[in-house]
């Protein structure tokens, strides 16, 4: 239902685009989001978009991250800039998706995606 991609090795203060693309029965999407989990971790909000593209982001990521949609594609994108070695992480897209107009919204998961900073 949801394909991430986009992760990979790269070095301290480079830049990544994450990608997430949901596809099967969809009427509508609704919030759209990033989360990203360490061992021993719990998984956290990273960025999240609303349908009217409202944004909200961690602090740890202010300024550095940027968050998008594409409606029509039905997929998000997280602009990673100035990447730090704390950014390492699996990246996990989460996207509320309205199979039919009498259904409700429901969440679902990327695979995830592995992002590694080096120093």
């Known amino acids: 239902q949801l394909q991430a991609s986009g992760g990979g090795l790269v070095q301290a203060g480079g830049s990544l685009r994450l990608s997430c693309a949901a596809s099967g029965r969809i009427f509508s999407t609704n919030d759209m989001g990033w989360y990203r989990q360490t061992p021993g971790k719990q998984r956290e909000l990273v960025a999240g978009?609303?349908?009217?593209?409202?944004?909200n982001y961690a602090d740890s990521v202010k300024g550095r991250f940027t968050i998008s949609r594409d409606a029509a594609k039905n997929t998000v994108y997280l602009q990673m800039n100035s990447l730090k070695p704390e950014d390492t992480a699996v990246y996990y897209c989460?996207?509320?998706?309205?199979?039919?107009?009498?259904?409700?919204?429901?969440?679902?998961w990327g695979q995830g995606t592995l992002v590694t900073v080096s120093s």
């Open positions: 978009i609303t349908s009217g593209g409202r944004t």
């Open positions: 989460n996207v509320q998706i309205q199979g039919s107009w009498f259904s409700n919204p429901r969440d679902y």
